[in-house]
């Protein structure tokens, strides 16, 4: 966290600025909870949609708990407990890593990646209508400019890949 010196004067947001912050804030509270609601007939959250997205298009549909856990923004703890979850649902499992045995591998299992597979269309085509449908290909392109730019200010070290 930055801390302002007490004799330096605070730098305002403008009405412009203002606005594109609310309307931000607005964005990141609501849609995880539409996508959550879109996901709530599959059985999923959005954030364990996220997590068995990403153990099915990793090698083997597996990865390790903590790289997982990077990829999916969230700490090992809440990674650990939607991985029980999962468990349960018969989605997942973990096991040592034969590489390894500090580690603990993440696996998607086939009744899992079925899912997963079921669950994507109406994921998309959610995150399709509410997000994608009402931009033009330029605004794409510009959110997508935009959010590159706000994840390198908030973590330099982040690697997408794609670098402006």
């Known amino acids: 966290m930055t801390n302002t010196p007490a004799d330096e004067v605070p730098r305002w947001l403008d009405e412009e600025e203002r606005r594109a912050w609310l309307g931000l804030v607005g964005i990141m ?6 996508l959550d609601t879109q996901l709530r007939d599959e059985g999923l959250t959005h954030f364990e949609y996220g997590v068995m997205a990403a153990l099915s298009e990793s090698p083997q549909r597996e990865l390790r708990m903590s790289a997982l856990a990077a990829y999916a923004e969230g700490s090992l703890s809440r990674l650990s407990q939607v991985v029980t979850r999962l468990e349960r649902k018969g989605y997942a499992h973990r096991r040592p890593d034969p590489a390894d045995g500090r580690y603990t591998l993440a696996a998607l299992t086939d009744e899992g990646y079925e899912k997963i597979v079921n669950a994507a269309p109406g ?3 959610e995150v399709r209508r509410l997000v994608f449908d ?6 794409v392109k510009q959110l997508s400019h935009i959010g590159r730019r706000i994840l390198h200010a908030i973590d330099p070290d982040h690697s997408d890949g794609d670098r402006d």
């Not at 009402?134 to 605004?139: D, E, M, V």
Request: proline share 7%; glycine share 0%; no cysteine.
């Open 29 to 34: 509270r609501r849609l995880e909870h539409a």
């Open 123 to 125: 994921h998309v085509a």
């Open 134 to 139: 009402p931009l033009t290909r330029a605004q």
